[in-house]
């Protein structure tokens, strides 16, 4: 079935550099594309999203970028705190679906101080 | 402002046992969401419901079922337990899309351990 993947499982970064993390999906129907963030012991929390007719988009120390061509999409943290320590997931959303989403299966964050 | 609640937030049972998950939200959404997490992976979905008194499957429903009786509960329930079944469970709910994404708001899970 169609899925969502990410290339890089761990990212460790220092405190203070930027983050980048990669996603690749499958499923060029989808409507939105969507990061989440899950710290240890919580369920995942939204970040930011991006609707499938945009290329960027730009949030409070996020980015996310979406490359259709290759079907690609990236998530860049700006001035990494320890705070951002997490595992962050991309998953894909399909509006007309009862809003559904389909997750990848993350990649952990790890900030060095 | 509790948002998406779930009880319990751990629980042991053994194989053939049957329990049901509560998740409830605050938030008046329209829709919710039952996901399972095993270790490693991202979260796959389980059920969902567009209203109350409606449910839908989604992409592992096997052994699991769900009720929506108020719009503000969603229950999961295992009729008898497996040990594949050993995982974290996490309830979402999010407003209607109205044509557009809305995000989904998540609980804090449930961490089901089956022998």
């Known amino acids: 079935g169609e899925s969502v993947g990410l290339h890089l499982p761990t990212l460790s970064v220092q405190e203070g550099d930027n983050s980048i993390i990669n996603c690749a999906y499958s499923?060029?129907?989808?409507?939105?594309f969507i990061w989440y963030k899950q710290e240890s012991g919580k369920g995942p929390q939204f970040i930011i999203d991006?609707?499938?007719?945009?290329d960027k988009r730009q949030g409070q120390r996020v980015t996310v970028l979406l490359n259709k061509t290759v079907k690609h999409l990236s998530l860049q943290i700006a001035a990494t705190q320890p705070g951002d320590s997490a595992v962050y997931f991309c998953?894909?959303?399909?509006?007309?679906?009862?809003?559904?989403?389909?997750f990848g299966g993350g990649t952990r964050v790890l900030v060095k101080p | 402002n509790a948002g998406v609640t779930q009880t319990p937030k751990f629980r042991v049972l053994k194989t053939g046992q049957s329990m049901t998950l509560l998740c409830a939200q605050d938030?008046?959404?329209?829709?919710m969401y039952w996901y399972r997490q095993d270790p490693g992976m991202g979260l796959r979905l389980i059920h969902y419901?567009?209203?109350?008194?409606?449910?839908a499957k989604g992409e592992v429903p096997d052994g699991y079922n769900v009720s929506r009786l108020k719009k503000q509960n969603f229950l999961l329930g295992l009729e008898s337990a497996a040990p594949s079944q050993t995982s974290v469970y996490f309830c979402?709910?999010?407003?209607?899309?109205?044509?557009?994404?809305?995000?989904?708001?998540f609980g804090d899970g449930t961490r089901l351990s089956i022998l």
């Open positions: 979402a709910s999010s407003p209607h899309g109205r044509g557009r994404a809305q995000p989904q708001h």
């Open positions: 499923n060029s129907a989808s409507d939105y």
């Open positions: 991006i609707r499938s007719n945009m």
């Open positions: 998953a894909e959303n399909t509006v007309a679906a009862g809003n559904k989403l389909t």
């Open positions: 938030m008046n959404h329209e829709y």
């Open positions: 419901s567009v209203g109350e008194g409606t449910t």
